[in-house]
C-alpha cells in the first residue's frame, strides 16, 4: 500500500507481531514503536503523527483525543462489548479489532484511515431521529443505544455508506452483499426490516439503477 508511506504511524511494540511490524516497515517511511504510553505521549506532541495502534486503554484514548483530534486509532482487546462501541462515539475516529491476527483486516483499516485522512472525513454519521452510524466498527446507535443488525443488514448498510457519494446498483448489491444469489425479494425484505429499525428516508431508490443512503 504505497499511499502509507506518506503517514507516520506510531504503534505498541509488544502488541503488534512481526507480521504486522514489518508490513508497516515496509509500506510506512515513518513508523514508531513504543513500549510505554509516556513514549506515546511524547511521540504524539513531537512528531506529525497520523495513526496510533495501541492495546485499549479508555483514558490513555481519552488522553490522545484531548492531544490530537485527527488522529486515526487502531486499539486492540481481547474481548469487544457494547460499552467499547458507545465509547467510539466519544471518542471518533476509532477502530477495535480483537486480538490483532488478520493481516488483511489490517490493511483494510489502514486503507479506510487513509481514505479519511486525505478527504477529511469523520468515521461517524449522525442521521435524523437521533440515529447515529459509525463506518469504522459498522455499528449503529440510537440516543446512544446499540441497534441489534445482522450480518446482511451489518454488510449491506457498510457498503452504502462507503459509498454514501453515489447510488449503489443492483448488479454490486448482487456481488458484495450477496455473492451473486440475491433475489429481488431478499433485498426488498432486507431494506425494509432496516427501515422497520431505522427511518424509511434512511435508504432511498433510485429508480432504475439501485439505492444510496441519504445523508
Same mark, same amino acid.
Given at each position: 500500500?504505497?499511499?502509507? *508511506?506518506?503517514?507516520?504511524?506510531? !504503534?505498541?511494540?509488544?502488541?503488534?507481531?512481526?507480521?504486522?511490524?514489518?508490513?508497516?516497515?515496509? &509500506?510506512?517511511?515513518? #513508523?514508531?514503536?513504543?513500549? /510505554?504510553?509516556?513514549?506515546?505521549?511524547?511521540?504524539?506532541?513531537?512528531? =506529525?503523527?497520523?495513526?496510533?495502534?495501541?492495546? &485499549?486503554?479508555?483514558?490513555?484514548?481519552?488522553?490522545?483525543?484531548?492531544?490530537?483530534?485527527?488522529?486515526?486509532?487502531? @486499539?486492540?482487546?481481547?474481548?469487544?462489548?457494547?460499552?467499547?462501541?458507545?465509547?467510539?462515539? /466519544?471518542?471518533?475516529?476509532?477502530?477495535?479489532?480483537?486480538? +490483532?491476527?488478520?493481516?488483511?483486516?489490517?490493511?483494510?483499516?489502514?486503507?479506510?484511515?487513509?481514505?479519511?485522512?486525505?478527504?477529511?472525513?469523520?468515521?461517524?454519521?449522525?442521521?435524523?431521529? =437521533?440515529?447515529? !452510524?459509525? #463506518?469504522?466498527?459498522?455499528?449503529?446507535?440510537?440516543?446512544?443505544?446499540?441497534?441489534?443488525?445482522?450480518?446482511?443488514?451489518? +454488510?449491506?448498510?457498510? !457498503? +452504502?455508506?462507503?459509498?454514501?457519494?453515489?447510488?449503489?446498483?443492483?448488479?454490486?448489491?448482487?456481488?458484495?452483499?450477496?455473492?451473486?444469489?440475491?433475489?429481488?425479494? @431478499?433485498?426488498?425484505?432486507?431494506?425494509?426490516?432496516?427501515? *422497520?429499525?431505522?427511518?424509511?428516508?434512511?435508504?432511498?431508490?433510485?429508480?432504475?439503477?439501485? &439505492?444510496?443512503?441519504?445523508?
Amino acid at each position: 500500500m504505497k499511499e502509507l *508511506k506518506y503517514f507516520n504511524v506510531c !504503534y505498541q511494540g509488544d502488541i503488534v507481531n512481526n507480521k504486522f511490524s514489518d508490513y508497516l516497515s515496509s &509500506y510506512s517511511n515513518n #513508523s514508531f514503536d513504543y513500549n /510505554e504510553h509516556d513514549e506515546l505521549i511524547d511521540l504524539i506532541n513531537t512528531k =506529525d503523527i497520523h495513526v496510533v495502534i495501541t492495546k &485499549y486503554n479508555f483514558e490513555l484514548l481519552k488522553q490522545i483525543r484531548v492531544l490530537n483530534k485527527e488522529i486515526q486509532i487502531i @486499539a486492540i482487546l481481547d474481548q469487544l462489548n457494547d460499552t467499547h462501541l458507545i465509547e467510539s462515539l /466519544e471518542l471518533t475516529q476509532i477502530k477495535f479489532i480483537q486480538n +490483532l491476527d488478520s493481516i488483511n483486516e489490517f490493511i483494510d483499516t489502514l486503507k479506510e484511515f487513509i481514505k479519511n485522512i486525505d478527504s477529511k472525513n469523520s468515521n461517524i454519521y449522525s442521521l435524523k431521529n =437521533d440515529f447515529v !452510524y459509525d #463506518s469504522y466498527n459498522k455499528t449503529l446507535f440510537k440516543k446512544n443505544m446499540l441497534i441489534p443488525l445482522t450480518k446482511k443488514e451489518t +454488510l449491506f448498510l457498510s !457498503y +452504502l455508506f462507503t459509498n454514501n457519494n453515489k447510488a449503489v446498483s443492483y448488479e454490486e448489491i448482487n456481488e458484495k452483499i450477496w455473492e451473486g444469489a440475491m433475489t429481488q425479494d @431478499a433485498l426488498r425484505s432486507l431494506i425494509k426490516e432496516i427501515r *422497520k429499525k431505522t427511518y424509511k428516508e434512511l435508504i432511498k431508490n433510485v429508480s432504475g439503477i439501485g &439505492y444510496r443512503i441519504d445523508l
